[in-house]
C-alpha cells in the first residue's frame, strides 16, 4: 500500500534560519496528491500545502514545496524560521483509488529558538 | 466557520471499561476519520465513514467500533480499554468531491487508560 516516509522525527533550529523538512512517498498510482498539514500546539491540525502537479511550486504562509514525482518527494521549504513557526508537521498522501482516505508520514516536530 | 467538535477533550478510563469519544461536524461533509497520533507514527486511520449509516475500517481499527448515526456525528467506540489505547484521538470530516478532498480536523481529545 501506500506509504509516506518523514526522515526527521525532531527538527531545531535558530530563528532566522532556513527550514526544510523532508518528505518522500511511496504509490503504485500515478495519481498523487500530496500534502503538509500543521499541528500548532493547543490547535486542531490543518492544511498548509497541497499539490497534485508534477515540478510546480506551491506556496502559502511563507513555506513553500515542489512535488517531484521523479523523486517521490515532496519537501516543505521555507526561507527563514520564525519562533511561530514551531509546531508538529505532517505530509500525507491521498490517491484517488483510496477514494478520500490520506496517508500520514510519521510527522516532523520543528522547533525554532531564538 | 465550518466546524469540527470533540467531545469530551480529556478522558481517563480504566482497563476494561468501555469509552466513547464524540464528534460533531457543520461542514456537511459526506465523509468523516477517526485518527489517533502517536509519537513517531504520526496520524493512523481507525475508522472512516461515507456518510450516515456507514462506517469502513482503517489501517489500525482492531479494538475499536464505529458508528456514524447521522451527517453530523461520529463515534468512536472501545469496549474494553487497553493501556495501549493510551492516545490522542482526532476526528476529521472531509468532502469527497474534488481532486485534493481536504480534511478538516477537530480539536483531539486525550484519553488515558489506566
Known amino acids: 500500500g501506500d506509504s509516506v516516509t518523514q526522515k526527521e522525527g525532531l527538527v531545531t533550529l535558530t530563528e532566522g534560519l532556513p527550514v526544510m523538512l523532508n518528505c518522500t512517498y511511496q504509490?503504485?498510482?500515478?495519481?498523487?496528491?500530496l500534502f503538509w498539514y500543521v499541528h500548532y500546539l493547543n490547535e486542531s491540525p490543518r492544511l498548509l500545502l497541497k499539490?497534485?502537479?508534477?515540478?510546480k511550486r506551491t506556496e502559502h504562509q511563507g513555506f513553500h514545496a515542489t512535488l517531484h514525482k521523479s523523486s517521490s518527494s515532496f519537501h516543505l521549504q521555507k526561507s527563514s524560521a520564525q519562533l511561530s513557526d514551531s509546531a508538529l508537521y505532517y505530509c500525507?498522501?491521498?490517491?484517488?483509488?483510496?477514494?478520500?482516505?490520506?496517508?500520514f508520514g510519521g510527522g516532523t516536530r520543528l522547533t525554532v529558538r531564538p | 466557520e465550518a466546524a469540527v467538535t470533540q467531545s469530551p477533550r480529556n478522558k481517563v478510563a480504566v482497563t476494561g471499561g468501555k469509552v466513547t469519544l464524540s464528534c460533531n461536524q457543520t461542514n456537511n461533509h459526506n465523509n468523516m476519520y477517526w485518527y489517533r497520533q502517536d509519537t513517531g507514527h504520526g496520524l493512523r486511520l481507525i475508522h472512516y465513514?461515507?456518510?450516515?449509516?456507514?462506517?469502513e475500517k482503517g489501517d489500525i481499527p482492531d479494538g475499536y467500533k464505529a458508528s456514524r448515526p447521522s451527517q453530523e456525528n461520529f463515534s468512536l467506540i472501545l469496549e474494553l480499554a487497553t493501556p495501549s489505547q493510551t492516545s490522542v484521538y482526532f476526528c476529521?470530516?472531509?468532502?469527497?468531491?474534488?481532486?485534493?478532498?481536504?480534511?478538516?480536523f477537530g480539536p483531539g481529545t486525550r484519553l488515558t487508560v489506566l
Open positions: 500525507a498522501l491521498r490517491n484517488n483509488n483510496a477514494g478520500a482516505k490520506l496517508t
Open positions: 499539490s497534485s502537479t508534477d515540478n
Open positions: 476529521a470530516s472531509g468532502d469527497p468531491t474534488g481532486d485534493y478532498a481536504e480534511q478538516f
Open positions: 465513514s461515507y456518510g450516515a449509516g456507514s462506517t
Open positions: 504509490t503504485i498510482y500515478s495519481n498523487a496528491f
